[in-house]
């Protein structure tokens, strides 16, 4: 047979299959109350009826994605993008021109100018930071006395991103007072988008008024910071003095609207999402002393005694390895969606222009399919000769793709740091009137971790 004889075949049309729709879903509302009722179970449930699957929420044909394969495959391609009604919803009180939520050039540009301040090799100027902050925690909590794990992770998660990316003195009351925005903001925001009242929340009632002043005082801070930057003439090495600097696609200095919602954009996803794995994190020390002590022999071992550092977080393998199961088990970003742009298909199945998409990581990385025993929090499944037997997009906690979390190394690092800060100086009980029950809202976390230090 010779080359000419083989004639150029053209690949058969494939027929595109229409997905599944879910069962369950009732007149009017459709899927609706199923995903507001119960969201992680019903999220759980869906890879029972196929690999991508039809759901109704209210009058508006939703696809969900249920393997991990597809989910990487959403993420990666780029026939779609960031939109739909939660990032519309978030757009309207944070800001439009942000990373997160921008697309096409826009967003490749802004990705180009942040992307250094959080490369593996920018994070080890941010160690002392995140040391100081680790070992501050343990300082200000005693033995004996009941933690607020919900103000208190938020705090430290609050302060060491803005010490870090927005450097400077001044930082340290501002980072306070952020802190106490951002908790309002996004109870505020996490009760609109459960409870969706529209009108009444510009109702003069105090807990709007609590909202209002909250955001105000967010944008307000995020101002005097771009301003008092600018007035000291100083520029340090950071994200913002990228962000002051960055150039459009025309050469031009980008506009001060960009500036500050590239800030709010950079804050807000880095403090709640820290903040609700650092709940998750107390949690499992409490309810799993013996990871805990394992942590902590691990870091005796490490550092012989002295406090941990920066430096030490890359030879604590199991701490590591707790961490990445927590977040396995307790994903901080339970949800993830997508736009179509244009007709494609996932998996051979046929998604139409404009539609939206679902999938969670909650429910992608507890999947039996992918993991043995998958609800046992088993650190060492993270060893490297099991690792190899997870199935490539079983865990992806930071995306995948143009969108992934620009910020994996520098979280890994500083959630590591605190872990090994904690089990090292005390062991944590959780006290009468705590609630550990997941509370979904714009992130996962516990309803209302109060737990008590118990010295070593
Ligand atoms: C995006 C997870 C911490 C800044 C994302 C995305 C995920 C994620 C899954 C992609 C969203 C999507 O595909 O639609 C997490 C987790 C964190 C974390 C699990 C910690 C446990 C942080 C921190 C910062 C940050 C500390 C900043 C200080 C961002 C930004 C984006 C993003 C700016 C938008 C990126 C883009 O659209 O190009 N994050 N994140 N994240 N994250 Fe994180």
Partial sequence: MTVESVKPETPPAVELREPPRAGGGVPVLGHGWKLARDPLAFMSR?????????????PKTVYAV???????????SNDFIIAGPLWESLEGLLGKEGVATANGPRHRRQRRTIQPAFRLDAIPAYGPIMEEEAHALTERWKPGETIDCTSESFRVAVRVAARCL???????????????????????????MVVPLGPLYNLPLPANREFNRALADLHLLVDEIVAERRASGQ??????????????????????????????????????TIASTIMWLLHMLAEHPEHAD?????????????????EDVRGLRHTNNVVVECIRLRPAVWILTRRAVRDTELGGYRIP?????????????????????????????????????????????????????????????????????????????????????ARVGITLRPHDLLVRPVAR
């Fill in 66 to 76: 249920t393997t991990p394969a597809l989910t990487g495959a959403l993420a990666l």
């Fill in 235 to 272: 520029k340090p090495d950071d994200l913002l003095t990228a962000l002051l600097e960055a150039k459009d696609d025309n050469g031009d200095p980008i506009g001060e609207q960009e500036i500050h919602d590239q800030v709010v954009a950079i804050l807000t996803p880095g403090s709640e």
């Fill in 294 to 310: 394992r942590v902590r022999d691990e870091v005796q071992a490490v550092t012989g005694g002295r406090p941990v550092a920066f």
């Fill in 353 to 437: 222009s404009g539609a939206d998409i679902i999938y969670s990581p909650f429910a992608i990385q507890r999947d039996p399919k992918s993991y043995e025993r998958n609800l046992e929090f088993d650190p060492d499944r993270w060893l490297p000769d099991r690792v190899k037997d997870i199935p490539k997009h079983a865990m992806s906690p930071f995306s995948v793709g143009n969108r992934k979390c620009p910020s994996d190394h520098f979280s890994m690092a500083m959630l590591t740091l605190i872990t090994a800060a904690l089990a090292t100086r005390y062991r944590f009980e959780q006290v009468a009137g705590s609630k550990d029950d």
């Fill in 46 to 58: 869906l890879r029972d009826h196929g690999e991508v699957v039809r759901l109704k929420l209210g």
């Fill in 166 to 192: 927005l450097r400077g003195e001044y930082m340290d009351e501002r980072a306070e007072r952020l802190c106490v925005a951002l908790a309002t903001v996004f109870r505020g925001m996490y009760r609109r």
